[in-house]
């Protein structure tokens, strides 16, 4: 009899092991692929009528992200104006869960011009803005993304913004 109890508790014991070692993998990692990166906006500036916008992309996926282009529209207020609008190649490469910084030159429109001079002259505090578009990767192809936030002037610095 203890013969059968030992085999019986040996059994459980081998049993109970087995269920960890199978509920431990089903919780494991797993690996993030063709996911939209995380674009947002660091630093904006506009000197001699052009607007220089500088991103920040965040690649959410475990492996690499080679971006080749980007088309994207910063819009502020309501009314959707236009600060920037830009369709062109970007090639970067971004590695898994790495940040990549990139920066663009855009001419500036009049509606552009009004709005951040009356921002940095504090005639109005912020602008709501909404930055979307999308980028293509060499992998993944075309990955959406869209962000929203409040433009304020950067003190101490004219015609910079964040």
């Known amino acids: 009899m203890t013969t059968k109890k030992a085999i019986f508790r040996k059994q459980i014991g081998l049993s109970l092991l087995l269920l960890s070692v199978l509920l431990s993998s089903a919780c494991g990692t797993k690996l993030i692929h063709g996911e939209s990166p995380l674009v947002r906006m660091t630093e904006l500036s506009h000197l001699d009528n052009n607007i220089n916008l500088q991103l920040n992309f965040r690649n959410l996926n475990g492996v690499d992200l080679y971006v080749r282009s980007i088309d994207m529209r910063l819009s502020v207020n309501d009314d959707e104006d236009e600060l920037i609008v830009y369709d062109g190649p970007v090639e970067t490469n971004i590695v ?67």
């Open 96 to 162: 898994a869960n790495g940040t990549e910084s990139w920066s663009v030159e855009v001419a500036e429109s009049e509606t552009s011009r009004k709005l951040l001079n009356s921002l940095e002259n504090g005639d109005i505090k912020s602008l709501p803005y909404v930055l979307k578009g999308s980028v293509i990767s060499k992998d993944d192809g075309k990955l959406h993304f869209e962000y929203e936030g409040h433009i304020y002037p950067l003190p101490g610095k004219p015609g910079h913004f964040r």
